[in-house]
């Protein structure tokens, strides 16, 4: 859903495609029988701010957005923002 930031705590609406970052989220889904898979493709989008601390996770089979952890230091000794992919 692309009207507006996934942050909750956000509400910033979707206007343009250079404010911010728009996440491609893969799932797919068995029916009840277990004899068909259906492959579902949803886009979501995070404002430029919260894009900067934030990225898209499924949860419970659901998106949203969670913080995103730095792991690496750069030369400098400061933490460096990895860089995360959904899908």
């Excluded at 942050?7 to 029988?33: M, W």
Aim: glycine content about 6%; aromatic content about 8%.
């Amino acid at each position: 859903m692309l009207s507006s930031c996934l942050n909750p705590s956000c509400n910033a609406s979707f206007r343009y495609l250079y404010d911010g970052r728009i996440f491609t989220v893969e799932r797919f889904v068995t029916s009840p029988d277990g004899l068909n898979t259906e492959r579902i493709i949803e886009h979501y989008w995070l404002c430029g701010p919260c894009s900067r601390s934030m990225k898209v996770v499924v949860e419970n089979g659901a998106p949203t957005a969670a913080p995103i952890h730095t792991e690496r230091t750069t030369a400098s000794g400061v933490d460096a923002p990895r860089q995360c992919l959904v899908g």
